[in-house]
C-alpha cells in the first residue's frame, strides 16, 4: 500500500477521482443527483501486513520482487491474511433507486 499526494491532498490509489471525508458526503451527493438510498454500510480499509513489509524490503534492495511470490511460499501467503487497518480510511458501500 502506499499514499499519494494527489490534488493537495493524499490519496490510497492515484487513480481516485474522488476519496469523500465522510459516508454523510457522498450520501448527500447521490440523494441530490435523485436517487433514494436503499441501504448504506461502511468498514474499515485493510491491508496485509505483509505485503508492507515486503514492499520495504524491495524498496531497500534486501529481496528481488517476484510475481508469485505468495504462490511459492504458501505459509506466508497464509500469514498475509493478518491485515491491518488503514487509520482514516473507510470503504463505503451503498445501494441507492432512482427515483422517477
Known amino acids: 500500500m502506499y499514499f ?6 493524499f490519496k ?3 487513480t481516485h477521482v474522488r476519496e469523500y471525508s465522510s459516508a454523510d458526503e457522498l450520501i ?3 440523494v441530490s443527483r435523485g436517487f433514494e438510498i436503499i441501504y448504506v454500510k461502511t468498514y ?3 491491508f496485509p501486513l505483509l505485503d ?3 514492499r520495504l524490503l524491495i ?6 520482487p517476484i510475481p508469485d511470490f505468495f504462490q511459492r511460499h504458501r505459509v506466508l501467503g497464509k500469514i498475509r491474511h493478518i491485515k491491518v487497518p ?3 480510511y473507510r470503504i463505503i458501500e ?3 433507486r432512482k427515483i422517477e
Not at 499519494?4 to 491532498?9: D, H, I, R, V
Open 12 to 14: 490510497l490509489d492515484p
Open 94 to 96: 451503498v445501494l441507492a
Open 59 to 64: 524498496r531497500f534492495g534486501l529481496i528481488e
Open 86 to 88: 488503514i487509520v482514516g
Open 28 to 30: 448527500d451527493l447521490i
Open 4 to 9: 499519494y499526494f494527489k490534488n493537495g491532498s
Open 44 to 46: 474499515q480499509v485493510m
Open 52 to 54: 508492507m513489509i515486503i
